[in-house]
């Protein structure tokens, strides 16, 4: 069994050297076959430099090479495709994720789990701008994926080849890999972590993500429940308005006929036509997404970045290419 670790690294200069010693001690304790892959999302400052020396230094080490910043995710997604071992684990490059922890995302693997996940139980961040929010936004991601978690933004997680090799990444859709996956079926369990503050460099992200993750679950939702069949969604919503609004339209319509109500001065007309209007729309926005349903399961997925070089990588990526 081979284990590739996965670092998205973004202006970490001060934390690389750190977090290779300490993960490459504890890579060689497990005794098993190893690769480290830095994928360097753009930094501006020495990251890039220090991380062609480590693979100069050590054939272990894998470095992607971004042609700009193309956030986290997309960092991510690059270490899966270039990852050729049987078991991809990812983590942070600042150090705030503890190495020592890798060995029982393994046992858990080797127990038969398919994803096994990190939670950050002690997190050493800002409660009011970032623990609060992420406690928050973890109630809701439960609640509608039904992937129980207490923590999907922990990067630390281990992955079966085969449930990364056939997952696609877009946006901030990294934490909602457990529950992309949950739609192919797989297994999963979460363990506790150790998490430390960060020493160097400052965070990448302030409230604003809250934002963006729970937009992001919005697709995840619909791409989890009705991808395949959007005309149910759409459908339906579009039935109960254009229903509703017809029947309002025929009440009046017999009113006017049979009791001589008149039509005009009655606002009522005009929520009619409204409901029946949306409902037609919906329906055809259904239909719409169902063509598109089609094309995308059907076309070839194009990459969400574009690597400038690689350090000692081989071409694993074309595997998911096709
Ligand atoms: N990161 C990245 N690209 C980005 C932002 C962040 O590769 O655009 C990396 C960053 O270097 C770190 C990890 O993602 O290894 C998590 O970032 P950060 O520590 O800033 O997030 P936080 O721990 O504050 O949630
Ligand atoms: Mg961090």
Redesign the pocket.
């Known amino acids: 069994m081979k284990i590739s670790v996965v670092?998205?690294?973004?202006?970490?200069e001060e934390n690389i050297r750190l977090l290779y010693d300490e993960l490459s001690e504890v890579m060689r304790a497990t005794g098993y076959e190893y690769e480290v892959l830095f994928?360097d999302?753009g930094s501006s400052d020495r990251t890039l430099s220090i991380l062609i020396t480590l693979h100069n230094e050590d054939s272990h080490i894998g470095v992607i090479r971004f042609r700009r910043?193309f956030?986290?995710t997309a960092?991510m997604s690059a270490g899966f495709d270039y990852a050729s071992g049987d078991v991809i684990i990812t983590m942070?490059?600042?150090l705030?994720n503890d190495p020592h922890d890798i060995p029982r995302f393994i046992e858990k693997i080797d127990e038969g789990y398919d994803v096994v996940t990190g939670w950050r139980h002690n997190r050493q961040?800002a409660f009011i701008n970032?623990k609060l929010p992420s406690m928050i936004a973890n109630k809701i991601i439960s609640w509608t994926t039904g992937v129980a978690l207490h923590d999907y933004?922990c990067?630390l997680k281990a992955f079966r080849r085969e449930v990364i090799k056939n997952i696609r990444l877009y946006g901030e859709m990294h934490r909602f890999i457990p529950a992309i996956a949950s739609g192919m079926g797989i297994s999963f369990t979460e363990i506790k972590v150790n998490h430390r503050p960060?020493r160097f460099g400052?965070?990448?992200?302030g409230i604003s993500r809250t934002i963006r993750v729970i937009l992001d679950l919005i697709t995840v939702k619909f791409l989890l429940s009705y991808a395949t069949r959007p005309i149910q969604i759409f459908g339906l919503l579009g039935f109960i308005s254009g229903s509703v609004g017809f029947i309002i339209a025929l009440i009046m319509t017999l009113q006017r006929q049979f009791f001589d109500i008149p039509l005009s001065d009655r606002p009522l007309l005009l929520l009619a036509i409204l409901l029946i209007f949306i409902g037609i729309q919906f329906v055809s926005i259904g239909l719409i997404a169902e063509l598109q349903a089609r094309t995308y399961h059907e076309t070839q997925e194009k990459p969400v970045y574009f690597v400038r070089e690689t350090y000692g990588v081989g071409s694993n990526r074309a595997e998911r290419q096709g």
């Open positions: 670092v998205p690294t973004y202006n970490e994928v999302d910043n956030g986290q960092a942070d490059a600042d705030q961040d970032r933004g990067t960060r400052t965070s990448k992200y």
